[in-house]
C-alpha cells in the first residue's frame, strides 16, 4: 500500500479527478467546482458524476464512478449528507485512493455528527482509501490550473502560482489569503483546506509540502491539532529542509477556543503551550492570516536573514518619526549604520537630519533619485543592517525611485522591505514591484508583522541545533509515585515529589494536635509557620489557614484555634485534622515553578514571579519539557523579575544558578511522569543568597491511567 | 483688525488665491499647484505671479502681485528661499491678509534656519498678515474644488469631498490620508497643512474647524503643539460641539521625537504627558495616520455610542474564531445578547453555535440572505451591543449581503463595522458601500483601532462634565519655599515640601556624627534607619548609604562607619557630612508618588507601584495637576498593584483612602509651584493599614524663573 505522501502527491498533482455531485448549476456546491475546474483550464481528465447522468459544461458524465472505468486520483464529493455513505462506497470499490469530502455538519455538531464521522472513516479503512475533511472547501494546485474547490474566491481568474504551501482548517480564510496573494504579488504551489481532519490532517499535509520540490515556505492556519508532537518533529523537518513554517492558531482567547471547537471540532489546547512550542521548534507564530502570507512571501523573497535591525529609508519626515515610533512599540530595533555608511550618506544629507530612520525627501532636485538609490545601496551594504525598511510616501519621480528600490532588493538581496503608505493612488508603483516579482505591503501593521517574522527567522535559521537535551533521571520518583494516591495531593505529599527531584524543602513535620505542634515547632525550632493540611483547602491563604512567624508555643497554640474556627466557617465547614509546622525561613525572592501536561504538546514547565506577584506581573516564562540547563537559564532571564534575582538596584544576589538547576528539575519530574502529573505548583520557592527551598507545593496526579 | 479664525476661514474658502512662483512646468512647486487648482476646477479667481509675467495655463499672470489690483484671500508662496522676503514684502504692499510658505529649510535645520524664520514672522507682523508654514504643502478645499497644494497627492481627481477636517504638520502624511480617504469613501471638509508653525499653528486652524458647519470631525497629525493648555481647551470645545478630535502624535519614542524636531523643528514633549491629556480632555489618541481617517469617518457616520460591547457576525466560522482571539487581544469586550435576542437567534443557528461571535455561513440554503439580515438586526435592536461587527468574507450572495448589511447599519444607526478579509476579489461589495455612503474597513487592525476609537469617544459623550478642580490651597508653600535652595535637593529639603502638603513622614531627625546619630536613634525609639544626607547621591542605596533595622547604638555606630566608607569609594569620593536617622516602619505596600513639570501641558501627577517594583513593573498612572479624589480614585484603580492595596489574596487591607487623598495633595502642591517645580518623588511612599507615610523624597527646583 502506497504511503501517505505519495497518496496525497498523486491526489494534489491528478490526472484524473472525478467530481461526485457534479451539476451545471453554479449555484450548487458541485456547479461551482466544475465551474472552477474547467474555467481555470485543468488539462487533466474531469469525471463528473451525478444521478442523472446528462453532459456537464459539455463533459460526459456518470451515474455511478464506477461506470467512468478509469484510474481516478482523486474525488471530490459535493453531495448532501444522507447520500455520502453510498458515495464513499462506490468510490471504495472503484478503488479511488483519495477523497475530499465537501459536505458539512459532521463532528462539528457535537456526538452525534462524530458518529457518523467515524462511520465515513470507517468506510475508507475498509477500502484502503484516504479521507480530506469532511467540512472542507477541497483544494487548488495553480502549476496544474486546478481548481478543486468551491470556494468562489476561484471566481478570480488566474489563480495565484507561486512556492507557497497553504495549509487551512477553513476554506473561506484560505479565499481570504488566496486573494490577498493574488493582490500582493504572492502565489501558491497548492491550498489545501482539512476542515474537521477526520483522517488525513494537518501533519500529513505538512509532510506533503516539506517533501513538495515546488513549495518553499509553508503556511498553516490551524484550529486544532491532532497530534502535537508529530507536528513539532515536522516543524524541524522543515528547518532542516530550508523551508519556513509560518502558523495561526485559533483559540489564544476563551471564544476563540470554543468557536474553533464549534468550527471544525477543534480542540484548541493551551495557547501558551502553543507559542513555547512554536519558540522550540522554530515556527513562526502569526497572529493574522493575510499578513502570514506577506510574511512567507518575504521569507521566500529573502530567504539569508543574518538579524533584524532596520534601517529605515522614506521620502516622509513625518512618516519617518512615526514610523520610529511604530518599530519602538513593536519592540525592534533601529541599526546603527557604520561609520563608513555614516560619511557617504553625509555627502547628501544635512547635517541636521538623522540617518536611521533616514529622511530622502526634499534633497537638492538634482539628487532626487540619486539620492534615493544611493541612500539605498549604503544602507544595504552595511553590515550592521539586517532588514531595510523602505516607507513609500508620494513624492515626485514615485514610480521610477520604487522601480529602482525593487530591483536593486533583489539583485542585492538584503532583505527589504516596502510599505506604500497611499492608497490606490499609487497603484503603478504596486504594479512595477509586481512585475519585477518584489514584495511589498500595504499597512504599517503588516510591515512590522513581517519585520517580526523575518527577526524570528534569523533566530530559526541562526539556533545552535540543541543536543537532545537527557531527561534528568529522578532515580526515585516510581517509588515515590506508588505510595501517593490520585488526585489532589495534600502539600505534604506534593512535598514528597518535590524531594525526590531533590529540590530542598524546610524542614518541617506533620502535627495532628495543637500540642502536637508545639513540640513540632520545639524541635525544628522558632520562628515556625503553620498551615492546615486539609486535601480541600486549595488557596491556604485566602482561607486563612497559614500562620506566618510564631515565636513561642503560646502563638502556635493560638494559630492552630484561629485556623480552626477560620475552616468551620468555610462552605462547606472544613474539619481541621492535622497541620504542617514549617521552619519559618525569611528574606529571598519568591518564585513559582511549576508543571503542567498539555495534550496537544506534553509536559511543560513553567517559571515566574511568585507570591502576591503571581496574579499583578502576570509574569511566566514557559517550554517544553525536558529542558538543558542552558535553555533554562535564557527562558528564566526573559522574566521580568530577573533583574531583581541578579541583584537590580543594590539588592543581595540570589542565587540564580540553584533556580535554573530547579527548573531543570522540575522539568525532568513532569518529563518522567508524563500524563500522570496533571499539574504541580511550587509556590512560593525561594530562591535565597544560598539554594532554593520549595515552601509550599500542590500537585494534581491524574486519576486514570 | 479682523481675528484669526475671520482670516483663516476667507483664507481656506476664498474668492481669489494668488500663487507666487507660479510656473507651467509641472515638475517645479509653482507648477504642480497651477496645475491642481485649474484641473480640479476651482471656480474662483486664480492670480499666478511669475517673474516673466507670461501667461500660465491660459491665465494672465503677474511680474508683482500688487499689479493684480484685485483683493487677494491667500497667497501661496512656491519660491526659492532667497525670494522669500521680497515676496513677502509685496505680499504685504497688496494687502493680502495670509500668506501659504512652501518653502523649506528653515528651522528644521537649526538655529540659522530658525533665525530666518523670525524674519518671515516679523515682516508678517509688520503688514499685519498672518502666515501658514513654512515648509508646509498648503491646503485643499474640496468643497470648492480648491487645490491649494503641491502635494502630487492632488493628481487624483475628483478630491474626496465630506465632513473631516484634517491638519497635518506632514505635508505627505497628508497626501496618504487623502488618498486612503478616497479610497475607502471618507471625504474632508478641508485639509491644512501647517508645517514648522512659524506663525499660524495647529489650534488657529482647529478653532476654524470648531466653527466651521462643514466639519463634523476633526484629525490632527502632531509632530509639536506649540501650546498644549489651549490644545485641551479647545478639545472641550470639540466635545461640547459634538466634533470628535482625533490625533495621531510624533514622539512617542526617542527617535521618534528627534525626527519630529529634524522635521518640522517642534518639540515633541513628554509622550506620557500627551496620553494623559487626550484622557483629561477627550482627544482620541490613534497610532497610525490613515486609519485615523477609518476612526473620524466611522464616528462622522455613527454620531451616537452608548458603549463598545461588540456582537461579531461573519459567515466563516474560522473568521470569527480569529476575531474573538483579536478582539480578546486589543482588551475589547465581547456584548452578552439578551435572552430574547438569544431565543430569536436559536430559530436559525443551531444549537451547537457560540451566537456571539455568531457564524451565519452554511445555514440551510433557503435562509441564504434571510439569515444575515435577520442576525444584524436582532444584534442590532439589543442594548446589550453596543457595536456590530461584520466581518465579510467570501460567501455566496456576498454584493447582496453586504448591500443589506450597509443599508440597514445607516438605517438603524447602531455603529456597525464592516471588514472585508478578502482583497480586490470583493471590490464589488466595497463599490457597493462608498455608493451608499456605508463605511468600511480593509484590514483588522484598522477594525479593531475602530472600535477602540468608538470605546474611547462613548466615554467622551458619557463622562459627567467635571467641575473645574478646586486646586488644593497649600497654604504654607510660599514660605516653606523661601527657606530652600534652587536646584536638587537633600531628602530633609525635600520633605519639608512633602510636610507643607500635608502628606505624613516618619519620625527623624538629622545627625552630624555617629554619636549624634545613637542619641537620635534613643529619642525616635529603635529599630531606625540611617541614611546618608548628601546632596551629591541620587540613588542612595545603589550606593549603600542606607542601613536598615537598626536595633542598638552599636548597630548605628557601625552603620555610619560603612556609609562614610561606601561614599569613600564613590568616584568622585562623597565626605560624609550628615546622616538622616529615621524611625524604621514595616509592614505596607510600597508606592511612589510624583510631580513634574511638562513644557506642553504643566503640572503633571504621577502614582505607581513603589520601591523594587517601579523600575519590573513599569506601573505608573499619571494626570494633569490639580486633580480632584473622584479622579486620583479613578486613576489609582487602574494600577496593576490596585489589587494589592485593596486586599487580593488575603492581604491585609491598606488605607486606600489615605493614598488617594495624597495624591491629590501632591497634584495641589505641584499646581501652586507650577514651573517652580522641576520634579519631585516620593519613594517609597508607604501605604499602611491607617494612613500613608513617605519614608524618601527627591525633588528638584527651578534654578531660574
Known sequence: MPNVTDILRSAINPRTVAVIGASSDPAKFGGRVMQFLVKHGYAGRIVPVNPNGAPILGLPAYRDIRDAEVAIDVALLAIPAQHLVAALEQCGAA????????????????????ARERELVGIAKRHGMRLIGPNCLGFINPHLKLALTSSIALAMDPMPRGSLG?????GSMM???????????AGFSACVTVGNQADLEICDILEYFIEDEATRAICIYIEGLKDGRRFLELAARCRDAGKPLLAVKAGSSDAGAHLARSHTASLAGSHAAWKAACRVSGVINVDDPESMIDCAHFLVCFPVIAHARVAVISPSGGTIAVTADRLAAAGLELAEPRSQTRDALRTFVPAARPLNPLDVGGLP???????????????????????????VATTPQLDEKVRRWGQAALAGCKPTVILFTPGT???????ALREIGCPYIDRMDDALRVIRAARDYARVLSAPCHAPSLPLVVP??????RSLPRGALTESEAKSLVRAAGIARPAEAIATSAEDAVLAARRIGYPVVLKAAARTVVHKSDAG???????SDDEVRAAWREIDAGLARQSPPVMLDCCVVQQMICGGVEMILGARWDPQFGALVIAGAGGVLVEILNDTALTLAPVTHERARELLSTLKVWPVLTGARGRTLADVEALVDAFVRVGGLAHALGPRLVELDLNPLLVLGKGVVALDARATLATMN
Do not use: W, Y
Request: net charge negative.
Open 95 to 114: 478503488r479511488v485512493p483519495c477523497c475530499v469530502v465537501v459536505t458539512a455538519d459532521f463532528a462539528e455538531l457535537g456526538d452525534e455528527g462524530a
Open 166 to 170: 497553504l495549509i487551512s482548517q477553513s
Open 175 to 185: 479565499a481570504s489569503m488566496i486573494s490577498h496573494a493574488a493582490d500582493c504579488g
Open 365 to 391: 532636485r538634482e539628487r532626487g533619485i540619486s539620492a534615493a538609490e544611493d541612500a539605498q545601496a549604503l544602507l544595504s551594504a552595511d553590515s550592521n543592517v539586517g532588514i531595510v525598511f523602505i516607507v
Open 425 to 431: 493612488l499609487v497603484d503603478g508603483a504596486r504594479a
Open 476 to 481: 526515585d520518583i516510581e517509588t515515590a509515585l
Open 545 to 551: 489557614a497559614v500562620k506566618l512567624g510564631l515565636e
